[in-house]
């Protein structure tokens, strides 16, 4: 590998101009090649990204350019085949949340990722920041005594055009609802800020959008050391926000925000009789907010010094398997589910489909 990573980008939509950004930002690396399933847009998109190459197809693209790392930005029904593809070709994978439709085929990629010595990343970019990092060295060190219980919300609001987009909403297509599309976001926080999780319970709802999968679900998760965190997930909530909130044996850190946080959106509040520790808590003078850019900056800074994926971009399946174990939770009516039985679970790793509970009728 050279001092400077081609990269290339799959899938030209939204989320991938803040790849491009990141690379752009990066002082050794360059955007090379990207592909889009409609050449018009991926014309677009190169034009204002400094004109890399373009090209109809991932197959042609790594046979022409045989980029260092591939961003994948599409939707996640092809995460599969594109992953496997881009490690054939020598390369590594920055995959886009939720990395897969199912826990098996995310075990392909992890597999090929191991089988060809390249790096599999996942973004979620909602670990990154100075202050979950502040956060999680606090609960981690025991500076505010053990954590006991916390409470994870991902209350968003996604109208009827939202679900109208072909393969939104269907389980073949996008993998599950708003748990896995939406969810899953804070529910990494949350794992990222608290480690190991132990058990679920879970169930989904459809309450008010014309989907196969749910618009709403509810559930306790356990984690490691005796943290119980009550979990919901909306997208039919018009005040929109994503929490979180963990109280400890000292102390109740919060963070409140919607597709991003800085030092802003997170306090600690001392337990009463310990006001005196609170100063030693204080967030750090110089602020970096969560984004994109520190995750991917941090991944090519590994890449290029043949480091490990930092704390930010590792672990590309313990937030999966929440929420996997959320669906075989509600597919067995709200039945514990454990990492064991998740490893072996005769359906749900092969993919999210699941009974919800439809209360639309209200005649």
Known sequence: MTTTLRCAIVGTGAVAHFHARAVEAHPHAELVAVTN??????????????????????????????????????????????????????????????????????????????????ELAVVFQQRTGTAAAHAKQLL???????????????????????????????????????????????????????????SVQGRLWRLDRETQTEDASTATVTFAGGV?????????????????????????ITVEHLYGHGHENWSITPAPGFEDEAAAWALPDAEERSDHAPLLRDVFDALLSGSPLPPTADAPARSFEIVAAIYASA???????????????????????????DLRDRD
Do not use: N
Request: glycine share 8%; aromatic share 6%; proline share 7%.
């Open 37 to 118: 399933q409609t050449r018009s847009k991926a014309d677009d998109f190169a034009a204002q990204w400094g004109g890399p190459a373009v090209f109809d197809t991932l197959d042609e693209l790594l046979d022409a350019e045989h980029p260092d790392v591939v961003l994948i930005c599409t939707p996640p029904g092809v995460h599969r085949e594109q992953t496997l593809a881009s490690f054939a070709a020598g390369a590594h994978v920055v995959v886009e949340k939720p990395p897969a439709p199912s826990l098996d085929e995310l075990d392909d990629m992890r597999a090929a990722a191991a089988a060809a010595d390249r």
């Open 140 to 198: 981690a060190s025991g500076a505010l005594g053990h954590p006991l219980i916390a409470v994870c919300q991902t209350l968003w609001y996604r109208d009827t055009d939202y679900f109208a987009v072909p393969w939104r909403g269907k389980w073949e297509t996008e993998g599950g609802g708003t748990t896995l599309g939406h969810g899953i976001h804070q529910l990494d926080l949350l794992a990222f800020l608290l480690g190991d999780w132990t």
């Open 228 to 252: 119980v965190a009550q979990v919901v997930t909306s997208a039919v909530s018009p005040r929109q926000t994503s929490a979180i909130r963990i109280d400890t044996q000292k102390a109740t």
């Open 331 to 357: 597919a067995a009516d709200g039945a514990l589910i454990t990492p064991a039985s998740l490893a072996e679970h005769p359906t749900h790793r092969a993919g999210f489909a699941s009974p919800v509970a």
